[in-house]
């Protein structure tokens, strides 16, 4: 167990460094960020000055060298746009990501597990065809068109909920959080609903298929002949094996919920990291965009790692195999 | 725990309560201020928001006017001498005394090789204490605008910067951050607070020297990217002002019963350039030849395009045509020279042919697709015009990182083609003669892409830098103008008009050329 866990990190260092490698060699198409930094009078002279400065003219290998070096000792340099310290500026936006991403998984799982086991149990029903159809509709309207289409109806129409921003913030040390007021709870709202939606629909389709299969197999007829109830049958044997791969896919798509917490932050102008990221890339914002990859990258890499190890707790058949280990 | 979550809903309450006063103004706009730095970075709405906290000698009124601000008066000793007398009893947000020695260590602070606001004192030679309340400007020669330049320059606290170890302008890996973030000006507004990219605050600070002209209490500053969420927050009444309106909202915008959209000239001109200056035109390799050098051929693209048809479809109406390259409001603005030459394709040919290109002659226009309103869309619709003379023009429409990177000295002025709006940081002609229209002397032509260069343009523009008449300046001004304009050494488009979403809860905003809202200038209802 211990000697997998070491390779996984071994392994996970590897894919962070190819993902800052690629990262930083895309950054030559961005374009050049001293032009965005300094005013239209500046001159060539204070142009070319700020561009040695900041190292821009060094050659890609002594860059990406200097890059690594800091990042390794967690210093991801200075913010072209906000000139402060890049890990500052991601620590002020992690808690706003985080909650909303948060929210989100739990809403898609909160609703998603039983729409799917009832889509699954009732598959001719009435009420499980009008699902599906609604379901069709999650997973294939974009999320940008269901945010404004949401701050067109519960913002400007009913005037209900706030169409931007994260409403009133409590500080707790260096975390903000949107749970302890109010408006805080009412801004996240809409964005949460709107960032959960595929991910809702995803677990439904998927439970649902699973349990379909599920409830084909032996295991569930001879559950039966043994006289078992329903409840039992449904929720302690088939819904339990249905468990690994949602698991998984709920498990990768938080990683995803970050990455497309970028179209929904933008929308909802919600200050978090991808909004973050978002306005790096128009202002070529270098370091940041750098670090919030790397980050990306490293959330990804321990949330497949946790994905691992939740399998030994759900799943005692892999106990069973690599407690032997040592053959 | 449950004390601590009641007290937290309590705390938010009280916040919402104090959100809802009447004298609160809640703007918008697409993005942040860059910083809080009086001297570091040059931007539009930077310099505004630091132009509420912060003061200059000169302070620029709405209607770009010039008035009395932390100097009481001034007058010219000599052409190179300046006398300035110092406001009395100015105290900055701090509570210390405003005097000379904050002028002299701002001047100090500012004309540093990373400050970006150099460029308003860098006619300036020397700035000498009289007394306390008194100085002298020397300038190296005789500056006729150097009050044209003196809102920009903002005067610091002495004591304050050194106490907090921010007296040099820095930026990159050893950006000294505190000035950045903190402020302490003699402004009417004092900050409160500020998270970048989320909101900012400011209050009115009572002890202020003027009369206040507008009734605020509080002002909350919010960037919002997104249009459509910019203009569904000013349509649900969770802010008053926001720009700018995307023209296609404008209408819906003008129906609803809670925000009508003012608007008004621009001062920025949109005009396109042509490479004069490349023996053979980039998309014509081994022919040897560059037909923009012909005048003829630069004429023949000028009256091929049709910007009463731009006005009309990609404008919508909110753009006003120009034949100069500087806006009306501008110091030297000729109103006799801003006439078009007429849209004329079959003269456009005619001269085509003449310059002995009557089949046309390949060619790229380069144009960003993020800067300007509609930029992409305006050379969408030049293309079609060029072609429409028998000219084989190709688009090539990118961000603006990249597009001012491709245009400008980074990478030699890789275009032969392209679009650019420039907007005269002193509100003066010359600064336009310098910086697209010539060539000669020094930091002149930055953004003078296609090197056009003309030696009476280049002549005028030397003599008007020191030219302290004020009529005798704006005749050589017009000369130089005529002489450019009828060398069509650019192609000037128009000024796009400015559109904010107003929200009836304010009473009245003065809509200033620079696209920014002046805090100075917002009665609330």
């Given at each position: 167990?211990f000697?997998?866990i070491i390779?996984?990190?071994?392994?996970?260092?590897?894919?962070?460094?190819?993902?800052?490698?690629?990262?930083?060699?895309?950054f030559?198409?961005?374009?050049?960020?001293?032009?965005?930094?300094?005013?239209?009078?500046?001159?060539?002279?204070?142009?070319?000055?700020l561009?040695?400065?900041?190292?821009l003219?060094?050659?890609?290998?002594?860059?990406?060298?200097?890059?690594?070096?800091?990042?390794?000792?967690?210093?991801?340099?200075?913010?072209?746009?906000?000139?402060?310290?890049?890990?500052?500026?991601?620590?002020?936006r992690?808690?706003?990501?985080?909650?909303?991403v948060?929210?989100?998984a739990?809403?898609?799982?909160?609703?998603?597990?039983?729409?799917?086991v009832?889509t699954?149990?009732?598959?001719?029903?009435?009420?499980s065809?009008?699902?599906?159809?609604?379901?069709?509709?999650?997973?294939?309207?974009?999320?940008?068109?269901?945010?404004?289409?949401?701050?067109?109806?519960?913002?400007?129409?009913?005037?209900?909920?706030?169409?931007?921003?994260?409403?009133?913030?409590?500080?707790?040390?260096?975390w903000?959080?949107?749970?302890?007021?109010?408006?805080?709870?009412?801004?996240?709202?809409?964005?949460?609903?709107t960032?959960?939606?595929?991910?809702?629909?995803?677990?439904?389709?998927?439970?649902?298929?699973e349990?379909?299969?599920?409830?084909?197999?032996?295991?569930?007829?001879?559950?039966?002949?043994?006289?078992?109830?329903?409840?039992?049958?449904?929720?302690?044997?088939?819904?339990?094996?249905?468990?690994?791969p949602?698991?998984?896919?709920?498990?990768?798509?938080?990683?995803?919920?970050?990455?497309?917490?970028?179209i929904?932050?933008?929308?909802?102008?919600?200050?978090?990291?991808?909004?973050?990221?978002?306005?790096?890339i128009q202002?070529?914002?270098?370091?940041?965009?750098?670090?919030?990859?790397?980050?990306?990258?490293?959330?990804?890499?321990?949330?497949?790692?946790?994905?691992?190890?939740?399998?030994?707790?759900?799943?005692?058949?892999?106990?069973?195999?690599?407690?032997?280990?040592?053959h | 725990?449950?004390?601590?979550?009641?007290?937290?809903i309590?705390?938010?309450?009280?916040?919402?309560?104090?959100?809802?006063?009447?004298?609160?103004?809640?703007?918008?706009?697409?993005?942040?201020?860059?910083?809080?730095?009086?001297?570091i970075?040059?931007e539009g709405?930077?310099?505004?928001?630091?132009?509420?906290?912060?003061?200059?000698?000169?302070?620029?009124?709405?209607?770009?006017?010039?008035?009395?601000?932390?100097?009481?008066?001034?007058?010219?000793?000599?052409p190179?001498?300046w006398?300035?007398?110092?406001?009395?009893g100015?105290k900055?947000?701090?509570?210390s005394?405003f005097?000379?020695?904050?002028?002299l260590?701002?001047?100090?602070?500012?004309?540093?090789?990373?400050?970006?606001?150099?460029f308003?004192?860098?006619?300036?030679?020397?700035?000498?204490?009289?007394?306390?309340?008194?100085?002298?400007?020397?300038?190296?020669?005789?500056?006729?605008?150097?009050?044209?330049?003196?809102p920009?320059?903002?005067?610091?606290?002495?004591?304050?910067?050194?106490k907090?170890?921010?007296?040099?302008?820095?930026?990159?890996?050893?950006?000294?951050?505190?000035?950045?973030?903190?402020?302490?000006g003699?402004?009417?507004?004092?900050?409160v607070?500020?998270?970048?990219?989320?909101k900012?605050?400011?209050?009115?600070y009572?002890?202020?020297?003027?009369?206040?002209?507008?009734?605020?209490t509080?002002?909350?500053?919010?960037?919002?990217?997104?249009?459509?969420?910019?203009?569904?927050?000013?349509?649900?009444?969770?802010?008053?002002?926001m720009?700018?309106?995307?023209?296609?909202?404008?209408?819906?915008?003008?129906?609803?019963?809670?925000?009508?959209?003012?608007?008004?000239?621009?001062?920025?001109?949109?005009?396109?350039?042509?490479?004069?200056?490349?023996?053979?035109?980039?998309?014509?390799?081994?022919?040897?030849?560059?037909?923009?050098?012909?005048?003829?051929?630069?004429?023949?693209?000028?009256?091929?395009?049709?910007?009463?048809?731009?006005?009309?479809?990609?404008?919508?109406?909110?753009?006003?045509?120009?034949?100069?390259?500087i806006?009306?409001?501008?110091?030297?603005?000729?109103?006799?020279?801003?006439?078009?030459?007429?849209?004329?394709?079959?003269?456009?040919?005619?001269?085509?042919?003449?310059?002995?290109?009557?089949?046309?002659?390949?060619?790229t226009?380069?144009?960003?697709?993020?800067?300007?309103?509609?930029?992409?869309?305006?050379?969408?619709?030049?293309?079609?015009?060029i072609?429409?003379?028998?000219?084989?023009?190709?688009?090539?429409?990118?961000?603006k990182?990249?597009h001012f990177?491709?245009?400008?000295?980074?990478?030699?002025?890789?275009?032969?083609?392209?679009?650019?709006?420039?907007?005269?940081?002193?509100?003066?002609a010359?600064?336009?003669?310098?910086?697209?229209?010539?060539?000669?002397?020094?930091?002149?032509?930055?953004?003078?892409?296609?090197?056009?260069?003309n030696?009476?343009?280049?002549?005028?523009?030397?003599?008007?830098?020191?030219?302290?008449?004020?009529?005798?300046?704006?005749?050589?001004?017009?000369?130089?103008?005529?002489?450019?304009?009828?060398?069509?050494?650019?192609?000037?488009?128009?000024?796009?008009?400015?559109?904010?979403?107003?929200?009836?809860?304010?009473?009245?905003?003065?809509?200033?050329?620079?696209?920014?809202?002046?805090?100075?200038?917002?009665m609330?209802k």
């Amino acid at each position: 167990m211990f000697a997998f866990i070491i390779r996984r990190l071994l392994q996970s260092l590897i894919v962070m460094l190819a993902v800052a490698f690629i990262s930083f060699s895309l950054f030559n198409f961005v374009g050049d960020p001293v032009n965005n930094m300094v005013g239209q009078e500046a001159t060539a002279e204070q142009r070319e000055a700020l561009r040695v400065q900041l190292g821009l003219n060094d050659p890609f290998p002594i860059q990406f060298a200097r890059f690594i070096g800091n990042a390794v000792q967690g210093d991801f340099g200075v913010s072209y746009r906000l000139s402060r310290p890049v890990s500052d500026v991601i620590a002020t936006r992690l808690p706003a990501t985080l909650e909303l991403v948060f929210v989100a998984a739990v809403l898609a799982l909160v609703i998603g597990l039983p729409l799917g086991v009832y889509t699954g149990l009732h598959r001719h029903g009435f009420g499980s065809k009008v699902l599906l159809t609604l379901s069709l509709i999650g997973i294939s309207l974009p999320t940008f068109l269901i945010g404004i289409m949401l701050i067109l109806i519960f913002a400007v129409w009913l005037g209900w909920l706030p169409s931007f921003g994260r409403g009133d913030t409590v500080q707790i040390g260096w975390w903000s959080t949107n749970f302890l007021t109010v408006a805080g709870w009412k801004s996240i709202i809409m964005p949460a609903v709107t960032l959960c939606l595929f991910q809702l629909t995803l677990i439904m389709r998927l439970v649902r298929a699973e349990m379909m299969e599920v409830l084909r197999t032996d295991y569930i007829k001879f559950a039966r002949a043994r006289g078992l109830s329903n409840r039992a049958v449904h929720f302690g044997h088939a819904l339990k094996n249905t468990m690994v791969p949602v698991i998984t896919i709920t498990g990768l798509q938080i990683g995803s919920l970050i990455a497309f917490a970028i179209i929904t932050e933008t929308v909802f102008q919600w200050p978090g990291m991808g909004l973050l990221f978002l306005q790096a890339i128009q202002f070529a914002d270098i370091p940041v965009m750098a670090a919030y990859l790397c980050l990306v990258a490293f959330i990804f890499v321990v949330i497949n790692l946790m994905v691992d190890l939740l399998y030994y707790a759900v799943d005692p058949r892999l106990r069973v195999e690599r407690s032997g280990g040592g053959h | 725990m449950r004390k601590l979550f009641g007290a937290a809903i309590l705390a938010g309450v009280v916040a919402l309560g104090g959100a809802a006063d009447a004298k609160t103004l809640r703007y918008a706009t697409t993005g942040d201020i860059l910083g809080l730095d009086p001297h570091i970075n040059n931007e539009g709405p930077t310099n505004t928001m630091k132009s509420n906290i912060y003061e200059g000698l000169v302070h620029r009124a709405w209607d770009l006017s010039l008035h009395p601000a932390l100097a009481t008066e001034w007058e010219q000793v000599n052409p190179t001498t300046w006398r300035f007398k110092l406001r009395q009893g100015v105290k900055f947000h701090d509570g210390s005394a405003f005097t000379a020695d904050d002028v002299l260590f701002s001047y100090e602070r500012i004309k540093q090789p990373q400050s970006e606001m150099s460029f308003a004192v860098n006619t300036i030679k020397e700035i000498k204490k009289i007394s306390d309340h008194e100085i002298e400007i020397v300038t190296g020669g005789p500056d006729p605008i150097l009050l044209l330049n003196m809102p920009n320059f903002f005067i610091m606290d002495k004591e304050w910067s050194e106490k907090n170890n921010t007296t040099t302008v820095e930026r990159g890996s050893t950006a000294k951050t505190y000035a950045n973030l903190n402020t302490n000006g003699t402004g009417a507004f004092k900050l409160v607070s500020w998270v970048p990219d989320t909101k900012l605050e400011v209050v009115p600070y009572a002890e202020w020297w003027g009369k206040p002209a507008h009734n605020l209490t509080k002002a909350v500053f919010t960037p919002i990217s997104n249009d459509a969420t910019r203009v569904a927050a000013l349509l649900s009444g969770e802010i008053d002002v926001m720009y700018p309106v995307p023209l296609q909202d404008v209408q819906r915008i003008n129906n609803s019963s809670n925000a009508k959209v003012l608007q008004g000239p621009e001062l920025r001109t949109i005009f396109l350039g042509f490479d004069q200056w490349r023996d053979e035109l980039l998309d014509m390799p081994g022919t040897g030849k560059n037909p923009f050098k012909d005048k003829r051929v630069r004429q023949a693209f000028y009256q091929a395009v049709d910007m009463e048809a731009i006005k009309r479809v990609v404008m919508r109406g909110a753009s006003a045509n120009t034949g100069l390259m500087i806006a009306p409001g501008i110091n030297g603005f000729d109103k006799a020279l801003n006439d078009r030459y007429p849209y004329d394709p079959e003269a456009a040919k005619k001269l085509l042919a003449e310059a002995g290109y009557p089949n046309g002659f390949p060619v790229t226009l380069d144009c960003p697709n993020d800067r300007y309103v509609n930029d992409e869309a305006i050379c969408l619709a030049v293309v079609p015009m060029i072609k429409r003379i028998g000219v084989d023009i190709k688009l090539n429409a990118q961000t603006k990182s990249l597009h001012f990177d491709k245009i400008g000295a980074k990478q030699g002025n890789n275009t032969s083609f392209y679009m650019l709006g420039w907007t005269p940081g002193s509100y003066d002609a010359l600064n336009m003669l310098e910086n697209i229209i010539t060539m000669d002397g020094a930091g002149q032509g930055t953004w003078n892409s296609g090197k056009y260069k003309n030696a009476r343009v280049e002549e005028l523009t030397d003599l008007i830098r020191v030219e302290t008449n004020q009529e005798k300046r704006n005749a050589m001004i017009s000369e130089a103008m005529k002489i450019h304009k009828e060398d069509f050494g650019h192609l000037p488009l128009h000024q796009q008009a400015l559109a904010w979403g107003v929200a009836n809860t304010v009473a009245e905003v003065k809509q200033r050329p620079q696209n920014d809202v002046d805090l100075h200038y917002v009665m609330m209802k």
